[in-house]
């Protein structure tokens, strides 16, 4: 098919999102690149929003995908019959979690993966009401919807009223509005560093009295760790890098080795909650597929013996060093492999996104700040590979 074909065909059949897509065509990925079909080279600062964290078209993955593939795939809905790659991948990440988290519910996506989180805690407490951070983004369902803060969330939430009934949100790293947690409330669902309000790490102290409020009142602590998770902070779980261990956490994005899986985790005591009253609580076809689980557990695998988790933090640390006395940078905001370079202007950031094209970046901006970008690559970058992507970034920095 001819390129101006293949462009007209995305736009008429392929159902967008955006009126502006970025319309770069992928001919094929490793490592921390992608290749057009007229083998123009990009650095991938993104990693699929931070799915690829073991590298593009990673060998150990490929291999076993492809080994599961030809064992078998979908057999039965989830939950049913004993399937191997799933009980491998659970009891490793029972394993590796702190306790009690030894229970593991294998969904599709991170948007269902907080919905069943979701319900859990009401179905575990009993309770209704429902608590958010302000700028918090936690899927596109209807349940994660109504869980984006308000005010900001209402950009995106407004038009698809009636949402959840009984949620409330309170300002992230704010000690004062704990108080809003109450009796009332069956779970406190929170990102450990904000991801789309532009990189918000927690202030120190904050996540130990969000655990201390929710334990006074009887209520859940849900950690979304869809984006901080699989050693994207510079610890395997975020939660272990700040101390703090929740009721539930879900995980997605990189959870699935670049194949789409999602779960929740708990303690068997609340997880088993979900068995009875209702049974079939909450079902899901595809949940844990074979495949998907059997990639999960490699890149898993290649993470801890490779050692990739233990150099994020200075990686990391890199890029800021070598980004953050540019005259244009107004600040580095990150955790581990997450950055957000703040412009501190859209205009200046939209610029900065064809310089970045041009050059051969793929970046992107956050859903709550367009005056930052993201840098969040495969954490299997190199260090010369950082050094080289950065002076291609203060490249594009010098020409705004
Ligand atoms: C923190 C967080 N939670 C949930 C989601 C939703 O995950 P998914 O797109 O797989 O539904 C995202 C996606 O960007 C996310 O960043």
């Known amino acids: 098919m001819n390129e101006p074909i293949l ?21 094929r990925a490793e490592g921390v690149f992608f290749h057009t079909p007229e083998g123009k080279r990009y650095y991938d600062l993104v990693a699929g929003v931070s799915v690829s964290n073991v590298g593009h078209g990673n060998p150990a993955v490929v291999r076993a995908v492809q080994e599961q593939a030809a064992r078998y795939m979908h057999v039965m809905v989830y939950g049913e019959l004993i399937e191997r790659p799933q009980v491998a991948y659970a009891a490793k990440l029972a394993a590796l979690l702190p306790e009690p988290l030894s229970s593991v519910y294998f969904v599709n996506s991170g948007a269902e993966a907080v919905e069943g989180a979701l319900k859990l805690a009401k179905r ?39 949402l959840l009934p009984d949620v409330r949100s309170i300002e992230f790293n704010d000690f004062g509005a704990l108080g809003a ?33 929710c334990d006074e009142v009887g209520a859940l602590l849900l950690f979304d760790e869809i984006q901080t998770g699989m050693g994207r902070t510079g610890a395997l779980f975020a939660m272990q890098r700040y101390g703090v261990v929740p009721d539930i956490v879900c995980l997605a994005k990189a959870f699935g080795g670049g194949m789409p899986l999602g779960a929740f985790i708990s303690s068997k005591r609340i ?32 993470l801890l013996e490779h050692r990739v988790v233990e150099e994020v933090e200075a990686k990391g640390a890199l890029y800021e060093e ?46 709550y700040c367009d005056t930052a970008f993201r840098i969040s690559p495969p954490l299997t970058i190199t260090r010369e590979e950082v ?11 010098d020409r705004l």
Do not use: N
């Open 7 to 27: 462009r007209r065909q995305f736009l008429a059949h392929v159902g967008q999102t955006s009126p502006s897509p970025l319309m770069i065509e992928v001919a």
């Open 124 to 162: 575990f407490t009993g309770r209704t009401e429902l608590v958010s951070m302000r700028r918090a983004y936690h899927g596109s369902t209807h349940g994660a919807m109504s869980l984006m803060g308000t005010p900001e969330g209402e950009e995106w939430k407004a038009a698809f009223r009636p």
């Open 181 to 213: 947690i109450t009796e009332r409330t069956a779970g406190v669902l929170v990102e450990p560093v904000q991801g789309e309000a532009g990189v918000r790490p927690p202030a120190p102290g904050y996540l130990e009295a969000l655990r201390r409020r």
């Open 271 to 302: 997880m088993d909650s979900l068995q009875t009253a209702p049974a079939l609580g909450h079902i899901t076809t595809f949940g844990g597929h074979p495949v998907c689980c059997a990639a999960g557990l490699a890149a898993l695998d290649y």
């Open 322 to 367: 070598l980004l953050g006395d540019h005259p244009q940078v107004r600040g580095i905001r990150r955790s581990g492999l997450l950055l957000a370079v703040e412009l501190g202007s859209s205009e200046k950031l939209y610029r900065m996104m064809e310089l970045f094209r041009e050059e051969g970046i793929l970046s992107d901006w956050f859903l």
């Open 387 to 397: 050094c080289d992507s950065a002076r291609i970034v203060r490249r594009c920095l």
